[in-house]
């Protein structure tokens, strides 16, 4: 299992699928991505490019109200 | 295994030659293992120009501080190419892979990376990005890179400062093409053990 996390920032909206290696790398037509430094900004970018590695988290589903 | 399908090219597709102002290279005794094709991957019958696709991740040693690509990005602008020549006797014809480019430099660093390019020779993979967006794997673990051509220096008033260089592989087939959009280039040495 890898040891590699987002920045929190940024692990509240995205989750990494499959990373192997270290947490610098040179993705192609995505270009460099360093997980040490990436921003929430850098993220959605990549996500909306279509980038295979970083997948949306689903929000937590909000808590029913407990009636009385 | 009969290979030798029709061969189309899509009109209006626009393809760039040479090779970009950046090549990777690792030593192989850094590589555990070698990636699989998409053809090795593939249930059912493979894609044409499937077994020319690395498309697994490189697995590399656990060593700590190696395991990873080291990056060129000295490389004089339109110089860098990658050709697959095919070289030998008829009976006795393989391909041989090779990678020039030009490095317009001439200082303590330049110097010390040229030497130890030598001394290193045939115990290096490349990596090269070309232009129409292709990763060129040049060598394998088992035929390793040798420096065929260094040649340069001051240079004379109209000449260029830096060095010409050639290296090739003699794996007897043209590259085969790394997929890094899918599986990325790891640039990081491995972490020491906590980090």
């Known amino acids: 299992m890898s040891k590699i996390k987002l920045p929190s920032d940024v692990a509240a909206h995205f989750e990494l699928v499959e990373w192997t290696g270290g947490t610098r790398q040179h993705f192609g037509k995505y270009g460099l991505v360093d997980l040490e430094k990436i921003t929430l900004t850098q993220a959605k970018k990549l996500a909306s490019k279509g980038f295979p590695k970083l997948k949306p988290v689903k929000p937590a589903p909000a808590k029913a109200k407990k009636e009385e | 295994m009969s290979c030798l399908l029709s061969l189309t090219k899509q009109c209006g597709t626009q393809l760039p030659p040479g090779a970009k102002l950046k090549a990777y290279w690792i030593p192989i005794s850094e590589l555990d293992g070698w990636p699989e094709t998409r053809a090795e991957l593939t249930q059912g019958t493979p894609a044409q120009?499937?077994?020319?696709?690395?498309?697994?991740?490189?697995?590399?040693?656990?060593?700590?501080?190696?395991?990873?690509?080291?990056?060129?990005?000295?490389?004089?602008?339109?110089?860098?190419?990658?050709?697959?020549?095919?070289?030998?006797?008829?009976?006795?014809?393989?391909?041989?892979?090779?990678?020039?480019?030009?490095?317009?430099?001439?200082?303590?660093?330049?110097?010390?990376?040229?030497?130890?390019?030598?001394?290193?020779?045939?115990?290096?993979?490349?990596?090269?990005?070309?232009?129409?967006?292709?990763?060129?794997?040049?060598?394998d673990p088992d035929n390793g890179v040798f420096v065929e051509v260094v040649e340069g220096g001051t240079g004379t008033s109209e000449d260029r400062l830096g060095y010409n260089v050639t290296i090739y592989a003699n794996t007897g087939y043209t590259t085969l093409l790394y997929d890094a959009d899918e599986h990325g280039i790891n640039l990081t040495p491995n972490p020491a053990q906590g980090g």
């Open chain 2, 49 to 139: 120009g499937d077994t020319k696709i690395l498309d697994e991740p490189f697995d590399f040693v656990d060593t700590v501080g190696k395991g990873f690509w080291r990056e060129l990005s000295a490389i004089l602008v339109d110089t860098p190419s990658v050709t697959n020549n095919l070289e030998g006797q008829i009976g006795g014809q393989g391909y041989r892979q090779r990678y020039n480019f030009f490095i317009p430099l001439n200082n303590a660093p330049a110097l010390e990376w040229l030497d130890c390019l030598v001394a290193n020779s045939g115990c290096t993979v490349w990596m090269v990005p070309t232009k129409d967006g292709n990763y060129h794997v040049i060598g």
